[in-house]
């Protein structure tokens, strides 16, 4: 058997009418040996295609055996620890980065974004609030939001409180992963799915969405959008925000380069390059009109941001005397002028 794309041995919850409401993935594979999918495949059933398949106990020992012989024996002693479970688990194969259609297939590519194996927009999402189910984040696990009030009155009588944190369709990413390096002072304010990079600080007010999140060193007091990707040695300071893919910029993919500044309450709606500073409380859309300033504060003409897209070194301001938004850049007016129109 070749190579598949990802493999992962999960444990997960299911409802009353054993569907999957979530899985967690202690170890999942991006391009995994072929040895070790050949030990999954055989242990499993597996043949071809993205599938997700149940696992019995026996089929664990079964695998640990096949993963062993493989000379895969991390692999196959978390395989040996999960033995005797009493959640039902489940081998997930990925032959291929197509969109997910099932549960355990959507959780296992959230938990590679999270785990720093893929970063975002490098795996395919396509449709995934049509598969993932909304589901109740309880002190006792993930509860299907139907069930919840017998599972209430369950722990009710038998002297306890079960405490409903949220309901929602994505958990806290904290819940399945805590990648090396980061501090996350708030951690639901973190969805699973989100890419952290190393050395980065989530403050309180900080928030990071699926398939969206930092590369590097970075400060997040404010809101990263789903599909935003933020460079290394970025700030957002606090309450800003990032227009993503869901609140507002469609297709459009978001991108803040290395070394920006987005001031507090302040906001953007197309990619930045490098070393940009947008100062506080402005918010930046691709429609925004800008009076385009030199390096001598003159006024080359005027523009919409969306023409500026990407471009590096500059600093979005608004004139306290006229109200006016302003670009200003490091570049004289010809270099400047040049360089506005140079793909229009």
Request: glycine share 12%; hydrophobic share 40%; net charge neutral.
């Amino acid at each position: 058997m070749t190579r598949l794309y990802s493999v992962g041995i999960g444990v997960g919850t299911q409802n009353g009418k054993e569907e999957w409401l979530e899985v967690f993935y202690p170890k999942p594979l991006l391009n995994p040996s072929e040895a070790l999918v050949n030990a999954v495949a055989k242990a499993s059933g597996y043949h071809k295609g993205n599938q997700a398949l149940p696992l019995a106990s026996e089929q664990l020992k079964a695998l640990a055996n096949e993963l062993e012989g493989a000379g895969e024996s991390e692999y196959a002693a978390l395989v040996s620890t999960m033995q005797g479970s009493k959640r039902p688990l489940v081998a997930t194969l990925l032959a291929s980065n197509e969109a997910p259609t099932s549960v355990p297939e959507a959780y296992l590519k959230l938990q590679l974004l999270s785990h720093r194996l893929v970063k975002p927009h490098e795996t395919n999402l396509t449709g995934i609030f049509g598969v993932l189910p909304n589901v109740a984040w309880t002190n006792e696990g993930a509860i299907d939001p139907t069930e919840l009030v017998q599972r209430q009155l369950q722990a009710r009588l038998e002297g306890r409180v079960l405490s409903v944190d949220c309901v929602d369709k994505f958990p806290k990413m904290t819940n399945y992963v805590v990648p090396s390096g980061v501090r996350i002072a708030h951690t639901a304010r973190v969805r699973l799915g989100a890419h952290l990079g190393e050395g980065t600080t989530i403050m309180h007010e900080g928030f990071v969405n699926f398939n969206a999140g930092t590369v590097g060193k970075s400060m997040i007091e404010g809101r990263i959008s789903a599909g935003v990707i933020v460079g290394e040695g970025s700030d957002l300071g606090g309450g800003c925000s990032t227009m993503g893919t869901l609140s507002g910029g469609g297709n459009l993919i978001i991108s803040i380069g290395k070394e920006c500044l987005i001031g507090a309450n302040g906001g953007v709606g197309i990619p930045l390059g490098d070393r940009c500073t947008i100062e506080a409380g402005l918010y930046i859309t691709a429609g925004t009109k800008l009076a385009l300033l030199d390096d001598q504060n003159n006024v080359v003409e005027h523009c919409k941001a969306r023409d500026l897209a990407g471009k590096s070194d500059l600093l979005f301001r608004r004139n306290s005397l006229t109200g006016t938004v302003e670009c200003k850049t490091n570049r004289s007016a010809i270099a400047l002028n040049e360089e506005l129109h140079a793909h229009n």
